[in-house]
Nanobody, 115 residues
Framework: QVQLVESGGGSVLPGGSLILSCRAS????????IGWFRRSSGPQRELVAM???????EYGKFAEGRATISRDNIKMIVSLALTDLKPEDAGDYYC?????????WGQGTHISVSA
């Protein structure tokens, strides 16, 4: 069973930065596409960034220029560096993996952004 364990959430001031980490494990995980989604307002999760297993990186529109995703294929850790955080970035951030035709989600980590 694929497991995704997030860490790194917390409270920051507007303009601050955070690094989220997702440790991935399980069968075929090295072939998985792994990324981050968030739920900040409303019920829908939106893409923050995706590290495709072919080396491509994809970012949600709001994240371009403020997010950097990196992937360590040895340790199977996918990190998400967020900068210039705004109050509207507050919410729950989830690690996501897609492998073998199945989707997996982590439990989520929360970010608060306030003065």
């Amino acid at each position: 069973q694929v497991q995704l364990v997030e860490s790194g959430g917390g409270s920051v001031l507007p303009g601050g930065s955070l690094i989220l980490s997702c440790r991935a494990s399980g069968p075929f995980i090295d072939n998985a596409n792994i990324g981050w989604f968030r739920r900040s307002s409303g019920p829908q999760r939106e893409l923050v960034a995706m590290a495709w297993n072919d080396g491509r990186r994809e970012y949600g529109k709001f994240a371009e220029g403020r997010a950097t995703i990196s992937r360590d294929n040895i340790k199977m850790i996918v990190s998400l560096a967020l900068t210039d955080l705004k109050p509207e970035d507050a919410g729950d951030y989830y690690c996501f993996a897609n492998t073998g035709g199945r989707a997996f989600w982590g439990q989520g980590t929360h970010i608060s952004v306030s003065a």
